[in-house]
C-alpha cells in the first residue's frame, strides 16, 4: 500500500434545510471531479440513505413518522461507515425509497476516496459526526424558497400530492428545521447563499478539493 493509499480522507459535509440545494451542489462538485480524480479520488454519500428502515411498520404508520428529527436516521451506522471509509475499508450503502418510506433490498458499494463528500439535513446534530467532518458547509437558502423547490420535486420525484406535502410542512419540516437545523448553521466553516447553483461557491470548493488531492493540504 503506498502513502497516498494510507493517508486519512477529507470529509466534506454539506448541510442545510430540506430542498436548500445541498444535493445539487454536493452532486455537482462530484460530477464535475470525477473526471479528473477518478473513482479513488472522491466519492458522494446522502444521509438519507441512513433513514431507519420501516419495514415492520404498516404505511399508516409509515406516513406518520417524523422524518425531519435526528432519530429518523440510523446516525450509528453512518458514523460506523465513515469510520470504516477512514480505515481503508469498503461499505455497502444502503438505499432508501421515498415513496414506501423504507430501505429498498439494494445496497451500494463505496469505495475509500481521498476525498468523500456527504449532504443531508441533521448531519451536524450528532456530536460524534460533527467531529469527523474536516468541512462544514450550510446552505443557507430562505426557507419560503425552500418550499417551492419541494413542492415542484417532491410532486414530480418522490410520489407527493400537494396536501401531504404543506400538511408535513406545517407538522414537521418547518417546526423541525427552527430546532435542528438552523441552530446547527454556528458549526459551519462555509455558508453558502443562492442554492446549488452558486458557481463561484461550486469553483472555490472544486478549487480547495483539488488543493487537498495534490498538495495533500
Ligand atoms: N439555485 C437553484 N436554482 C434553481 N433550482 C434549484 C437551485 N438549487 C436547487 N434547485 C432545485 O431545487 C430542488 C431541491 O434541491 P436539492 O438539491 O434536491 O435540495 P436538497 O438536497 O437540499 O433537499 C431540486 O429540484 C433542485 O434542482
Ligand atoms: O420517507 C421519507 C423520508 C424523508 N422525507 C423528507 O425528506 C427530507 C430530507 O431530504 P432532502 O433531500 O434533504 O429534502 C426531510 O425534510 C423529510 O421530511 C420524507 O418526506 N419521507
Redesign the pocket.
Known sequence: MNADQLAKPTIIAVV?A????????AQTIYDELLPELGEQGISIIKEDSYYRAQDDLPMEERIRTNYDHPNAFEHELLHQHLSDLTAGKAIECPTYCYKTHTRTAETVTINPTKIILI?GIMLLTNEQLRSSFDIKVY?DTPLDICLI??I??DTQERGRSIDSITNQYLETVRPMYYQFIEPAKAHADIVIT????NRMAIEVLKAKIRQLTYNNN
Open positions: 442545510g430540506s430542498a436548500s440545494g445541498k444535493t445539487l451542489f449532504e446552505m423547490r419541494r415542484k420535486r443562492r442554492g446549488g447553483k
